[in-house]
């Protein structure tokens, strides 16, 4: 088993920044993939980004540009760098985790951006 729990969303004007965590705890060895999806209200969960055990990172268009994602495999952390924050950026973020093709979710973290 796997368990992630995100932080650092939060209420941020257009145009400011954010920066989300993802700690993984439990069994965390040969996870592979980790990334962000998010869900705004109303519509379906979509990727944001994602990164391999590599390093090699994968945005979606609506995001490249402004988002980082990056790993820290000693801390078994996931982050996610948001600039210029937009309002449809608005939604739940989660984190997710493969391993040995399993999926892991966090419970979300809800980022508010207000124009």
């Known amino acids: 088993q796997v368990q992630l729990v995100e932080s650092g969303g939060g209420l941020v004007q257009a145009g400011g920044s954010l920066r989300l965590s993802c700690a993984a705890s439990?069994?965390?060895?040969?996870?592979?993939?980790v990334g962000w999806h998010r869900q705004a209200p109303g519509k379906q969960r979509e990727l944001v980004a994602s990164i391999t055990s590599a390093g090699l990172g994968n945005y979606a268009d609506s995001v490249k540009g402004r988002f980082t994602i990056s790993r820290d495999n000693a801390k078994n952390t996931l982050y996610l760098q948001m600039n210029s924050l937009k309002p449809e950026d608005t939604a739940v973020y989660y984190c997710?985790?493969?391993?040995?093709?399993?999926?892991?979710w966090g419970q979300g973290t809800q980022v508010t951006v207000s124009s």
């Open positions: 439990g069994s965390i060895s040969s996870i592979s993939t």
């Open positions: 997710k985790a493969m391993k040995w093709g399993r999926a892991y």
